[in-house]
């Protein structure tokens, strides 16, 4: 029997097989080599007639965070406000580069477009020109672009980041209006999580559809595992140039004939994304101490 885990606490796991829940446990020898099964792990179980089912395999993961503990993410939705909080580019920025690092597609949500104007839409996807960025401009007052997001959603493992204020709970409660009394009722079945601390929990919405309950992604440090020479691959805006510099060395800060500076120069490449890209750069040299 095949299934997805949904949710570990305890030493115990929560896999998801068809309309079951089945409470497990993972074999001795995971113990022995020190795997971890994880949320968004698909895996193979067994049944033995108890209350409790054994995990036997976890199958190979596209991708894993370790903060937070999750696997098999295809889908990262970044939530800005258009305005009340301003949009902070370089926070949203870092935060798309970190998906790119993992090979999971960015989806950009700007809400509370009932409070802003058609020129500040037009900035925003200026902003984000030639990235191949879905964006989607949404309003939980009017239910703008909602049906939209929905689409968007189906058949990925969707994890919502972004900062605070900036109306992720409200969008979820418009996508899924009974994701909280999901919530409620997956704590009745698990019987844990009450006075627990809090975990990664994944939602089914639909079928093959999961929306990822993860405190703490939007808090990730892109900077760990980054080096100089590699961020312009996570730059999709980037790529047409790659390649065309003057120097194969060229990281497109500094040099002279570099491809990246003069598309930006041209208004190929926004100057925001740009900029971004820049004080990156500086955050990981100042980190690494070149």
């Not at 996807?125 to 030639?130: L, M, P, V």
């Not at 689409?151 to 409660?173: E, M, Y």
């Not at 002279?256 to 490449?269: F, S, T, Y």
Request: hydrophobic share 35%; glycine share 6%; aromatic share 10%.
């Amino acid at each position: 029997m095949n299934g997805i885990i949904i949710k570990g606490i305890g030493g115990f796991y929560y896999v998801k097989s068809g309309k079951d829940i089945h409470e497990c446990k993972p074999r001795g020898l995971f113990r022995k080599n020190k795997f971890k099964p994880l949320p968004g792990d698909y895996v193979e179980l067994e049944l033995d007639g108890t209350n409790i089912g054994t995990i036997t395999k976890v199958y190979p993961r596209k991708n894993y965070l370790i903060r937070p503990p999750i696997s098999n993410i295809t889908q990262n939705i970044v939530v800005s406000a258009m305005i009340h909080p301003q949009i902070n580019y370089g926070f949203l920025n870092k935060i798309l580069v970190y998906a790119e690092t993992m090979d999971i597609v960015n989806v950009l949500c700007f809400n509370k477009v009932d409070l802003a104007t058609i020129e500040a839409q037009m900035e925003i996807e200026s902003a984000f020109k030639n990235t191949g960025y879905k964006t989607i401009f949404t309003s939980t007052v009017d239910d703008s672009g909602i049906e939209d997001l929905k689409q968007v959603l189906k058949n990925n493992v969707n994890v919502f980041s972004g900062a605070s204020g900036v109306g992720k709970s409200s969008i979820l409660n418009r996508v899924i209006p009974n994701l909280q009394v999901e919530i409620g009722e997956l704590s009745r079945k698990i019987e844990r999580g009450k006075h627990t601390t809090r975990q990664v929990e994944l939602f089914e919405i639909d079928e093959d559809t999961f929306i990822a309950d993860t405190p703490g992604f939007s808090n990730i440090d892109v900077l760990e595992n980054i080096e100089v020479e590699e961020l312009m691959n996570y730059f999709p805006d980037f790529s047409s140039y790659l390649g065309k510099c003057k120097y194969n060395s060229c990281i497109h800060h500094k040099e002279p004939g570099c491809a990246v500076k003069e598309a930006v120069l041209n208004d190929e490449i926004s100057k925001i994304r740009y900029d971004s890209y820049i004080e990156i750069i500086s955050q990981i040299k100042d980190t690494r101490k070149y």
